[in-house]
């Protein structure tokens, strides 16, 4: 059975910082490529970063570049989210997802983790 665990979310003052992790089981995470996604309440979901073989890894938001950071450990099978510098406007849940179809995390995006929340204050 495919799952995706996110750990790691909580309440972090502005400028802080937190590392998001997101395991699988049921697969290896180095066969597919794996995302990380946020909602804010009344807004639509976002990319954030994605991490595969193929490409590497990637920001849907190149301003977000310079302050978040995705790896993978692929003896843990678990990709992680890096963080730093955290504004009141990064607060959200935060999802990561497995694209079964594509390797940047713009395809079939089929497998979703209940996800973690992170909250910003100022």
């Known amino acids: 059975e495919v799952q995706l665990v996110e750990s790691g979310g909580g309440l972090v003052q502005s400028g802080g910082s937190l590392r998001l992790s997101c395991t699988a089981s049921?697969?290896?995470?180095?066969?597919?490529?794996i995302g990380w996604f946020r909602q804010a309440p009344g807004k639509e979901r976002e990319g954030v970063s994605c991490?595969?073989?193929?490409?590497?890894?990637?920001y849907f938001d190149g301003s977000l570049k310079g302050r978040f950071t995705i790896t993978s450990d692929s003896a843990k099978n678990t990709v992680y989210l890096q963080m730093t510098s955290l504004k009141p406007e990064d607060a959200a849940a935060y999802y990561c997802?497995?694209?079964?179809?594509?390797?940047?995390?713009?395809?079939?995006?089929?497998?979703w983790g209940p996800g973690t929340q992170v909250t910003v204050s100022s």
């Open positions: 049921g697969f290896f995470i180095d066969d597919y490529a």
């Open positions: 997802a497995e694209d079964v179809e594509r390797s940047d995390c713009t395809g079939t995006l089929t497998y």
């Open positions: 991490i595969s073989r193929r490409i590497g890894s990637k």
